[in-house]
C-alpha cells in the first residue's frame, strides 16, 4: 500500500505526543525550537532549528530502543574523525514513558544549502565544481577507514530484495567499508561540502553508498555520469557492482513502500543494465513498479574514433539513463577498434575511416543484420548529451503525432540549455530556435530517423565522407514522400565547438555542395543553388579564413560532380521543399 512515510503522524494523539516530546527535549538543552518542523520515517522523528543548533527527537518502543535509527549520530560522532565535514554532537539525553522510548540530539545548525532540497532525488542536472567532487572523494575514503562493528545493511534484508524486487538470486555481502549509508543530495551541502544525517551510518557494502548516490540521479543523467566518472575506481569493481546492487534493491523496495515511486522504473533498468537481468514482472496491480505499457524500441548508432572518452563516457550514461524505451547500441570504431562501449552494445571495428556517413551506415547495417531491427534508428554524436531520461521516448511520441515526418529533430543546445548557435537550427528563419515546426534538414549527429524511411532512401551517401550529409538525405526523403519535423520544446546538449575546427572543412564542404546539388536538384535549379552558396561560402571564407581550401573544393567539386549518381527531385518535391520554407535554391 503507497503511502507517505515521511510526513507527521496521520493519528492526531501520536502528532501531540511527539510535539511534546520535542518541547520537552527543548527544556533540557534550554533552547527555543523555531524552526518549521521536519519529519522523519512515518512520524518517528522530529527535528527543527533552535538558535544555532537543530534539535532532533526520536522515538521507539521501549524494547525497540538502540536501533539502527537510534544510535547512529552519536556513533558517527565518536568514532568518525572531523576531517569529514559533519555537524558536531552537543548532547544527547534518553527518557522513557511507559511505553515509549525517547532520545534527543542536539547539533550543531549547518547554514549552508543541500544540493537539493526536500527530496534526495535529482529531476535536472546541476552544476557542482571540481573541489567538491574532490573533497567527497577525500571524505568518502577517510570515511571507509574508520572502524565499526555497526551493521547498517544486513544479509537478510539484501535477500529478500534481490529475489523480489531485482529479479536475480541473492548475492552474499563481500567487501564491506564504513560508510554514510544514506548518501544523496539532501543529505550534501553545496557550497562548502558537509554530510548531514548520521543515524544509519556504519558497516555497509563496498559501493553502496556511491551506488546510492547515483540511484538517485536518473532524471539527471549529465550528473550521474559525473559520479561514475569520478567515483569508476569504485563502482567499476566485483565490490562495488555488488554493493551498487544491494542499494538499488533497497531502493527499489523503498519505491514500493511508497518513497519516490516514480524512481522505481529509473532504478530498475540500472539494476537491469548491471546485471543483464530483465526486470522483474512480478509485481502487477496499483503497486506495480513496472511501466504499464509495452516500451518502443530504438536503435542507436554511436561512431567513435577514440578521440574523447571522457565525453563518450558521458554520452553513453546518459543514453543508458533513458527511460520509456529499449535501448540497443551499436559503436562503430571509424578505422579504429571502439575502446569505450557499453555492455551489451554490438560493436563494428571498420579498418579505416570511411567517414562519418559511411560509418553510420556501417553501424544501421550491424543492427539490420543482428535481426528484429528496431522501428526507429538514433544516430548519436558521440560527445553529446541527453539532458533528461526522457529524451528519446518524446521524440518516439513525436514521430507518432507526426507520421509524416521521415525524422524527427530536437533542439541541440551548448552544455548551458540555451545556447543555440544559428548552424543547429535546421531551418532558415533561425532568431527563434524554440519555435517547432516542419523542416528540410537536419542536424545528423542527434537526429531520430524511421527505419523504414532510411532503409527506402537507401541510408546515408557515403561518398560525402563529411559535411551535408543531412542536407543529402533530407532531401531524398522529401522525394521519397516524406517529410522532416524539428521537435524544439525536446533538448539535446553538445559542446559548443565549430566546424571549422576539422582541418578539412572548408575543401570538402565546398566540394559536397557541388554534390549534392547535382544529386539532387532538377537541372534549371542547379545554377541558382550553387550561384547563391557561392556567393556566401566566399564570403565566409574571406571573413573567416579558409578561402585557398574553399577554391580547391569548388574545383574539385565541379570536375567530379559527375561521379555522383544523379536522381533529380521532381516538381512536387520542389513545391513541398518551398512549401515547408526551404526553396532548394538557398
Not at 80 to 93: A, E, F, M, N, T
Not at 409 to 431: C, E, F, I, S, Y
Not at 440 to 452: A, D, K, N, P, Q
Not at 465 to 486: I, K, M, Q, T, V
Request: proline share 8%.
Amino acid at each position: 500500500m503507497r503511502q507517505t512515510v515521511f510526513a507527521a503522524p496521520a493519528e492526531r494523539g501520536e502528532l501531540d505526543r511527539m510535539r511534546r516530546a520535542h518541547a520537552a527535549a527543548a527544556k533540557r538543552f534550554w533552547v527555543s525550537a523555531s524552526g518549521p518542523e521536519v519529519w522523519g520515517w512515518q512520524g518517528r522523528t522530529l527535528g527543527r532549528r533552535a538558535g544555532d543548533c537543530r534539535l532532533r527527537t526520536v522515538c521507539a518502543g521501549v524494547g525497540t530502543a538502540r536501533g539502527r535509527l537510534w544510535e547512529g549520530t552519536a556513533t558517527a560522532d565518536t568514532h568518525v574523525p572531523r576531517s569529514v565535514p559533519r555537524p558536531r554532537l552537543r548532547g544527547v539525553p534518553d527518557w522513557t514513558s511507559p511505553d515509549v522510548a525517547y532520545r534527543a540530539e542536539l547539533t550543531e545548525y549547518v547554514s549552508g544549502q543541500p544540493v537539493t532540497s526536500g527530496t534526495p532525488a535529482l529531476d535536472q542536472d546541476i552544476a557542482l565544481p571540481d573541489p567538491w567532487w574532490s573533497e567527497l572523494k577525500s571524505a568518502l575514503g577517510t570515511l571507509a577507514a574508520v572502524p565499526t562493528d555497526r551493521e547498517s545493511v544486513r544479509q537478510n534484508r539484501v535477500d529478500r530484495n534481490f529475489r523480489r524486487f531485482l529479479g536475480i538470486d541473492p548475492i552474499r555481502i563481500g567487501e564491506t567499508t564504513t560508510g554514510h549509508a544514506d548518501l544523496h543530495r539532501a543529505n550534501l551541502t553545496r557550497a562548502a561540502l558537509v554530510l548531514l544525517d548520521w543515524e544509519n551510518g556504519g558497516m555497509v557494502p563496498a559501493g553502496y553508498d556511491l551506488g546510492l548516490l547515483h540511484a538517485y540521479s536518473p532524471a539527471a543523467p549529465v550528473t550521474a555520469a559525473r559520479i561514475r566518472h569520478a567515483f569508476g575506481h569504485a563502482l567499476d569493481t566485483d565490490a562495488g557492482r555488488t554493493g551498487e546492487l544491494i542499494a538499488l534493491g533497497q531502493l527499489l523496495q523503498a519505491c514500493f513502500r511508497g518513497v519516490r515511486p516514480h524512481l522505481a522504473p529509473l532504478v530498475a533498468r540500472q539494476a537491469e543494465y548491471l546485471t543483464g537481468t530483465p526486470r522483474p514482472h512480478a509485481l502487477t496491480g496499483p503497486d506495480s513498479l513496472e511501466e504499464p505499457m509495452a516500451r518502443p524500441r530504438v536503435d542507436v548508432v554511436v561512431l567513435t574514433m577514440n578521440d574523447r572518452p571522457v565525453e563518450e563516457a558521458a554520452a553513453q550514461a546518459t543514453l543508458l539513463a533513458q527511460s520509456g524505451v529499449d535501448v540497443r547500441v551499436v559503436v562503430v570504431g571509424n578505422g579504429c577498434k571502439p575502446e569505450v562501449v557499453p555492455p551489451g552494445a554490438l560493436t563494428v571495428c571498420l579498418p579505416e575511416n570511411i567517414g562519418i556517413p559511411g560509418g553510420r551506415n556501417a553501424g544501421a547495417d550491424a543492427l539490420h543484420e543482428a535481426g528484429d531491427p528496431a522501428d526507429w534508428l538514433y544516430f548519436l554524436d558521440n560527445d553529446a548529451a541527453f539532458p533528461r531520461p526522457d529524451v528519446l521516448a518524446r521524440l518516439v511520441a513525436e514521430t507518432e503525432r507526426h507520421p509524416e515526418a521521415a525524422w524527427v529533430q530536437p533542439r541541440l543546445t551548448g552544455p548551458d540549455d540555451v545556447t543555440t548557435p544559428r548552424r543547429w537550427v535546421p531551418r532558415l528563419r533561425a532568431a527563434n530556435p524554440g519555435r517547432p515546426g516542419r523542416v528540410t534538414s537536419m542536424t545528423e549527429g542527434v537526429v531520430l530517423i524511421r527505419r523504414e524511411a532510411f532503409d527506402e532512401v537507401g541510408g546515408w551517401e557515403g561518398s560525402l565522407f563529411l559535411y551535408h550529409e543531412g542536407s543529402d538525405l533530407a532531401w531524398r526523403l522529401y522525394a521519397a514522400g516524406w517529410s522532416g519535423w524539428y521537435a524544439a520544446d525536446i533538448r539535446m546538449h553538445h559542446p559548443l565547438t565549430t566546424p571549422a575546427r576539422h582541418a578539412l572543412y572548408h575543401r570538402l564542404a565546398a566540394r559536397n555542395r557541388i554534390w549534392i546539388a547535382h544529386r539532387n536538384l532538377p537541372a534549371p535549379l542547379i545554377p541558382l543553388y550553387l550561384g547563391t552558396w557561392t556567393v556566401i561560402t566566399l564570403a565566409r571564407a574571406v571573413r573567416g579564413g579558409g578561402l585557398p581550401q574553399t577554391l580547391r573544393g569548388m574545383r574539385e567539386g565541379w570536375a567530379t560532380r559527375r561521379t555522383q549518381t544523379r536522381r533529380p527531385m521532381n516538381r512536387r518535391t520542389v513545391y513541398r521543399l518551398t512549401a515547408a520554407g526551404r526553396p532548394p535554391v538557398i
